[in-house]
């Protein structure tokens, strides 16, 4: 069971932001987690795209799509097989603001984020491990499950499995507690 930190939605320092840019970024290209890898300040996305589509469809899609920005700063490193393509993008500082600056001018009169899309579900990931002040080492999906490691500031190393209703119960909390609205502490 996992204990959920009271200070999960302090003042959010850097993983929220970053993961919700990078699931912005997975968005966009219409492709599924399966990992990301945390190296110093950059990270090393791994996904697939969710339904049979051509390098060149996909390539396309990117550039006539509402993120343009997504072709202009991701390498492309696809592979393309029958039914999917394999991406490994790699997302340095540079990259994580350009996509939180686009993501940020999308979501001024958004409303209530979606506690089930790509990018809310990474930012949640993101403000569990900032209210933990530890170090993000690796995120990956196993079924419907986000599998993270962590390193705390003692240097102790620590693996979690993040189920859905977890991280639904984590999104209602943080929503709560950003909007005034949460009197119960975590």
Not at 20 to 42: Q, V
Not at 146 to 154: C, G, K, L, N, V
């Amino acid at each position: 069971m996992i204990m959920i930190n009271e200070g999960l939605v302090h003042d959010v320092k850097h993983y929220a932001k970053a993961l919700r840019a990078i699931g912005n970024g997975l968005e966009a290209l219409e492709a599924e987690l399966i990992e990301i890898k945390c190296e110093a300040e950059n990270y090393i996305v791994r996904a697939k795209t969710r339904s049979q589509v051509s390098e060149i469809s996909l390539l396309n899609d990117l550039r006539n799509g509402d993120f343009r920005i997504m072709w202009q700063i991701l390498p492309g490193r696809y592979q393309s097989s029958e039914s999917s393509v394999a991406m490994e993008l790699p997302y340095t500082p540079e990259i994580v603001d350009q996509l939180e600056s686009a993501g940020r001018a999308r979501r001024q009169n958004a409303g209530r984020p979606d506690p089930y899309s790509t990018p809310t579900a990474l930012r949640v990931i993101g403000a569990y491990i900032d209210s933990k002040e530890a170090r993000l080492r690796q995120i990956s999906r196993r079924d419907e499950s986000m599998i993270i490691q962590y390193e705390t500031p003692q240097g102790d190393c620590h693996t979690e499995e993040l189920t859905p209703p977890l991280l639904y119960a984590l999104f209602v909390r943080m929503y709560g507690k950003r909007s005034g609205q949460g009197s119960e502490k975590m």
